[in-house]
């Protein structure tokens, strides 16, 4: 029988208890998986174990599979109507609003990121994107095609059927939201599986799917690894289409898997090394802000992050000493701190990965003008790090750390910096400051990125759409684009007169 996981929080910013089960969520039932095997989750403030959770293995991904499509088959899909599916994702939005300080805490808990963070961002956007889908799942519609006037031909956006959803650690409801809000919104049923790392909130959110009243068999939680849950999902026979977000070695895999089984249908948001282009006439203060949040927001694990810091000649010297300044001004601390802005990085394996990134860059010549070093004695902190004196050859320079690590790179001219920017197999996100609007968008246009930011960068919404050019993805996240993911277009032709 599958465990119950309970904390107590008394904190500077949240005080309060959680208790849920951890087993897997399939056909609307928290269950042991069918090996009884466990993972450990830890806190990566302490590096200490937080509880121990159920583990999948493919054969729970066939029964969570058969029962999402047991569910489409008989009370979701075609069988639900818009205006059901609305009323059921408004209702859940509800319920994660309730419990969305709790939501926040069990984020910072298993994830490290700051409450307030969590508080502010996190669940607030995973609220408003459940919402927002919510308004859509009445308006699937396709359209009337003229021919002529004996004939009938209109289109159908249909819902594909059963789904597998594969979420990253670094935004764990967030990008649970994200896949959830369009897939239900159209009548998919979803197989889900959530990082190892951070399966808790994910698991709480089922508690909360339940109480909407989702049908049983509609969502289904698979927790377990990459190299055995994420697999099966990948290649399994009957799920229809897979989405994922993470990292484009991963990304590769799974839209082999998809390609070597049944050719299913696959959405990827992978990987980036967004550059961030500062100009000599822009807000230097803010540039200096935004750059910070571009790099340090969410501990640099955002695949947006805008990693390659471009700053025109004209400025450089005095952006990099504010700049400086501002990234030792970030407290790096624990998670439930009331002004920690940088929490600790999500696993003992992220925090290594980065670290040797940090040597690397020593070793090709780069010079460390801030941090590189750990930051205490426990868990998998970071100080804010900067680079300078690097070359485009630099892994520091080509790669995603996916840390707090960032280059700042001198440039002469436009043509210089768009050159050096696209100098990259990724093309995620980029970002453009200046106070010349004609140059900024001249800028943003000629950039080889899915996002353009002018003037901030990192910003979301939950209507705007999200993805990546070249290695960074196939897809998009978010808006009216993301409906299009999830649904098969149908085209009927009624005869009203031709006769043979």
């Known amino acids: 029988m599958a465990t119950v996981f309970t904390h107590e929080f008394n904190t500077p910013v949240y005080k309060g208890k959680t208790s849920f089960n951890t087993g897997l969520y399939i056909n609307g039932k928290f269950v042991e998986g069918s090996d009884k095997t466990t993972i450990d989750v830890t806190n990566p403030a302490t590096g200490k174990v937080i509880t121990k959770i159920a583990e999948a293995t493919a054969k729970d991904v066939d029964i969570a599979v058969a029962a999402a499509h047991k569910a489409f088959e008989t009370t979701w899909g075609l069988n639900a109507g818009g205006a059901e599916r609305s009323r059921l994702l408004l209702k859940l939005a509800l319920l994660m609003e309730e419990h969305q300080q709790e939501l926040a805490a069990i984020e910072a808990l298993d994830n490290g990121k700051t409450f307030t963070w969590a508080m502010d961002l996190d669940t607030t956007f995973a609220i408003d994107t459940i919402r927002y889908y919510a308004g859509w799942a009445d308006k699937i519609h396709g359209q009337v095609q003229e021919t002529d006037e004996k004939k009938l031909s209109y289109t159908r956006h249909e819902p594909i059927g059963v789904v597998g959803q594969i979420i990253p650690w670094n935004f764990p409801l967030l990008m649970m939201s994200w896949k959830l809000g369009p897939a239900l919104a159209t009548g998919n049923c979803v197989v889900l599986k959530p990082s190892e790392f951070t399966p808790l909130t994910a698991i709480r959110m089922c508690e909360l799917i339940d109480r909407a009243g989702f049908p049983p068999g509609t969502v289904n939680l698979v927790t377990g690894y990459g190299n055995t849950v994420g697999a099966a999902i990948s290649s399994h026979m009957k799920i229809d289409k897979v989405a994922f977000t993470g990292s484009t070695l991963v990304g590769r895999k799974i839209m082999e898997a998809a390609a070597k089984s049944n050719l299913k249908d696959i959405t990827l948001e992978l990987g980036g090394k967004s550059p961030n282009i500062i100009f000599n006439d822009a807000d230097l203060e803010q540039a200096?802000?935004?750059?910070?949040?571009?790099?340090?927001?969410?501990?640099?694990?955002?695949?947006?992050?805008?990693?390659?810091?471009?700053?025109?000649?004209?400025?450089?010297?005095?952006?990099?000493?504010?700049?400086?300044?501002?990234?030792?001004?970030?407290?790096?601390?624990?998670?439930?701190?009331?002004?920690?802005?940088?929490?600790?990085?999500?696993?003992?394996?992220?925090?290594?990965?980065?670290?040797?990134?940090?040597?690397?860059?020593?070793?090709?010549?780069?010079?460390?003008?801030?941090?590189?070093?750990?930051?205490?004695?426990?868990?998998?902190?970071?100080?804010?790090?900067?680079?300078?004196?690097?070359?485009?050859?630099?892994?520091?320079?080509?790669?995603?750390?996916?840390?707090?690590?960032?280059?700042?790179?001198?440039?002469?001219?436009?043509?210089?910096?768009?050159?050096?920017?696209?100098?990259?197999?990724?093309?995620?996100?980029?970002?453009?400051?200046?106070?010349?609007?004609?140059?900024?968008?001249?800028?943003?246009?000629?950039?080889?990125?899915?996002?353009?930011?002018?003037?901030?960068?990192?910003?979301?919404?939950?209507?705007?759409?999200?993805?990546?050019?070249?290695?960074?993805?196939?897809?998009?996240?978010?808006?009216?684009?993301?409906?299009?993911?999830?649904?098969?277009?149908?085209?009927?032709?009624?005869?009203?007169?031709?006769?043979?």
Request: charged share 20%; with cysteine; proline share 3%.
């Open 288 to 500: 200096v802000n935004w750059a910070a949040h571009g790099i340090y927001w969410n501990h640099g694990q955002a695949c947006s992050a805008g990693s390659r810091i471009f700053v025109q000649s004209g400025i450089y010297d005095e952006f990099l000493e504010k700049f400086t300044e501002k990234s030792r001004s970030l407290k790096v601390g624990d998670p439930f701190d009331v002004d920690s802005y940088q929490g600790p990085q999500v696993s003992k394996n992220q925090y290594d990965r980065i670290m040797d990134y940090i040597q690397s860059g020593k070793d090709q010549g780069a010079t460390v003008h801030l941090g590189g070093d750990r930051n205490g004695t426990e868990g998998y902190y970071i100080n804010p790090t900067i680079f300078t004196n690097t070359t485009p050859d630099m892994k520091i320079v080509q790669e995603e750390i996916f840390g707090p690590v960032g280059v700042v790179i001198k440039f002469e001219d436009e043509d210089d910096v768009i050159r050096q920017a696209n100098d990259t197999v990724f093309g995620l996100a980029a970002a453009v400051f200046s106070q010349n609007i004609n140059r900024a968008l001249n800028t943003a246009h000629r950039l080889k990125a899915g996002t353009a930011w002018v003037n901030c960068v990192n910003q979301l919404h939950a209507n705007v759409p999200f993805g990546g050019f070249k290695q960074s993805g196939i897809g998009r996240e978010l808006g009216e684009y993301a409906l299009h993911n999830y649904t098969a277009v149908k085209s009927v032709q009624v005869n009203l007169g031709h006769v043979m």
